[in-house]
């Protein structure tokens, strides 16, 4: 179920004006990235309708939300777009099954029931059902606030940085919750989050918004490959993005194997079973290049290839890509690609340490990996 | 007590009854349109609102009297039309007090609704929420502890209204003698002074009651609204 999403909008908003033109036909998670302060929350807020743009249009699966120039705009309460915001906003006064149950009135009181029961348990809310907020812990305020959202089920999901002042125990509690969010059937969502590592759990597609407009848009391994200049240094670079799985038990106590033709490629452990779906990011500042296949080193991963694609960097330095099944980037200095001789064409060897490259789970989209989802019924993911 | 005591009684308790009960509606309408709507003329209808607090009760009366006596335009036209006589009644008692004690009602109400999180407002509309089951499922429950408060204020006023209703209503026995009218006639009676201090402890007993219940219900509220 994919409803594309075509925003085109100009949003006066002192101190600032935010200026987006963007597409989202992908169903999973757009990450909408970007500077604090950069507009992203004003965007969630007009494509929510709780702000009216200046200039411009925004549709929804062909359906008119907003157009500035025939003076058309749907109210929030009509658009079927569900918000989680990051203040959360969970009713004080109602308990957290009146919570939940409140954008589900119009439905048969059947399919409620089923509903929440089936969202009560994906987001392990059973027995909070009747606590009022004011009694529940931060996650389960979050888990709350996503579940209420989901079950209007909107036809798009707007996220404001739900992990935001989060310690590091809770959020990695959240991150599962927020990966069934890719099961099928669950609406397409718009998560914005200026952390570098959300991003890399989670996104699907990236959205660099900077200074008030769109940046980039492209899946998550072209635009860390060559990220805008507005968000290099929080991303920590330029960055190799795979996608892979973890091989069968290979008795390492402090290592895993991932499955990448053509070679074995060792990461720190993860902790995920065998045939786990995760992604590898590779800080292209820590990629070691060489001309000569290197005797034995501590580096545990020798990938070779020719060289693929040269830039230069805006901070002086080299961009190399080799092709080695997939693009691994390097980020060397001007000497160093003299030295070596970088050209298109050139065969080289890249090291890559097992420790440099993060890690992260990435259950897939298909049901097989998602938790609980066969008890949620048909359409909930 | 007195027959007559207990009938000032029961009637100032339906008088300030129906003071609010009336009032309620119009109440939330003004607090709501002061408290969210900017519109030309606001500051006159906050000064019209807001007038029976700073006026001589007895100018109110007056110029109730003249709006809704037998010969004024409203009461004629109610007279003619309807058959409904304000003046000299206890309906026209309770109006009085209701007037006077509507700036206070306001007032409460407002504030709560000033102080209300507006976000929670648009979180409902992006569930699907149209502005009127907003108002009902979230503005109005929010706000309670401001109506509450509001409804009590405005109940203890119409209880201890004297001039605006003397003026209106006359100080009829039996019809629109509520405790304040009533105390005043006792003591202007000789030997009234013992019924006019049991009038008075009882009026002074009322308005703590009511005091008291809005702080314990307006705490319970926030009790159950904290975040």
């Known amino acids: 179920m994919t409803a594309s999403l075509l925003v085109d909008v100009t949003v006066h908003r002192a101190p600032f004006q935010l200026n987006v033109a963007l597409e989202v036909d992908q169903p999973g998670f757009t990450v909408l990235f970007g500077p604090s ?17 200046s200039r411009g249009t925004i549709r929804l699966a062909g359906t008119v939300l907003d157009d500035t120039a025939q003076g058309r705009h749907q109210p929030p309460w009509r658009r079927g777009i569900g918000y989680v915001f990051q203040d959360l906003r969970l009713f004080p006064h109602l308990s957290v099954r009146g919570n939940l149950l409140y954008g589900a009135r119009r439905r048969p009181p ?7 029961e089936a969202f009560a348990r994906l987001f392990g809310l059973q027995k909070l059902l009747d606590r009022r907020p004011h009694r529940l812990s931060g996650g389960e305020r979050r888990r709350v606030a996503i579940g209420r959202a989901l079950m209007a089920r909107p036809k798009l999901l707007l996220m404001d940085e739900p992990l935001t002042s989060l310690d590091a125990d809770l959020r990695a509690d959240l991150l599962p919750y927020l990966a069934r969010l890719r099961g099928p059937g669950a609406p397409p969502v718009l998560y914005v989050s200026h952390d570098p590592d959300e991003l890399l759990r989670l996104a699907d597609t990236v959205v660099v918004i900077a200074d008030g407009t769109v940046q980039r848009v492209g899946p998550v391994a072209a635009v860390l490959a060559d990220p805008p200049p507005q968000v290099a240094r929080a991303l920590g670079g330029p960055a190799t993005v795979i996608e892979s799985v973890i091989a069968p038990d290979n008795g390492e106590p402090d290592l895993d194997r991932l499955l990448i033709p053509g070679t074995d490629f060792w990461v720190g452990k993860t902790g995920a079973p065998a045939g786990a779906p995760v992604r590898v990011r590779i800080p292209a ?35 190399v890509a080799l092709d080695v099944g997939f693009d691994l980037w390097a980020r060397i200095s001007r000497r160093s690609a003299d030295r070596l001789g970088v050209v298109l064409g050139r065969p080289l060897h890249a090291l890559v340490k097992a420790a440099s490259a993060d890690t992260v789970d990435r259950p897939a989209t298909s049901d097989h990996a998602v938790g609980n989802i066969d008890t949620v019924p048909r359409n909930a993911f | 007590m007195s027959d007559a005591e207990i009938e000032a009684l029961r009637l100032s308790l339906r008088v300030a009854g ?29 000064g019209l609102i807001h007038l029976p607090l700073v006026l001589p009760p007895v100018v109110v009366g007056y110029g109730l009297l003249l ?41 409460a109400i407002r504030l709560s609704l000033e102080s209300l999180d507006r976000g929670l407002e648009q979180a409902a509309a ?51 003698r509520t405790l304040p009218l009533a105390i005043y006639t006792e003591v202007q009676t000789p030997g009234g002074e013992a019924a006019a201090l049991r009038l008075t402890l009882l009026s002074v007993g009322l308005a703590l009651a009511a005091l008291l219940a809005s702080e314990i219900i307006a705490r319970r509220f926030r009790r159950r609204d904290r975040r």
Not at chain 1, 38 to 44: D, E
Not at chain 2, 18 to 29: D, E, K, M, Q
Request: proline content about 7%; glycine content about 12%.
């Open chain 1, 37 to 53: 302060g950069a507009g992203k929350s004003t965007l969630l807020d007009t494509i929510a309708g709780l702000i009216r743009p």
């Open chain 1, 110 to 116: 059947s399919e409620r029931d089923r509903d929440l």
């Open chain 1, 285 to 319: 500042r820590d990629v070691v290049l060489s001309v000569a296949p290197p005797p034995l080193t501590s580096a545990l991963n020798v990938l070779s290839g020719p060289v693929s694609c040269v830039r230069t960097a805006g901070s002086g330095g080299v961009d």
């Open chain 2, 18 to 46: 129906w003071s609010v009960a009336a009032s309620l509606p119009f109440g939330i309408a003004a607090a709501w349109l002061l408290a969210r709507k900017s519109f030309p003329g606001k500051t006159v209808l906050d």
């Open chain 2, 67 to 107: 709006l809704l006596g037998r010969n004024g335009p409203i009461g004629r036209w109610l007279d003619a039309g309807f058959g409904i006589t304000l003046a000299f009644t206890w309906q026209g008692a309770a109006i009085a007090a209701a007037v006077m004690a509507f700036p206070l009602m306001v007032r």
């Open chain 2, 126 to 176: 992006t569930l699907g929420a149209s502005p009127l089951r907003v108002f009902a499922t979230v503005t109005l429950p929010l706000a309670a502890p401001g109506l509450v408060v509001g409804c009590v204020l405005a109940f203890a006023r119409s209880l201890g209204e004297f001039g605006a209703t003397i003026m209106l209503a006359g100080n009829i026995a039996g019809q629109t």
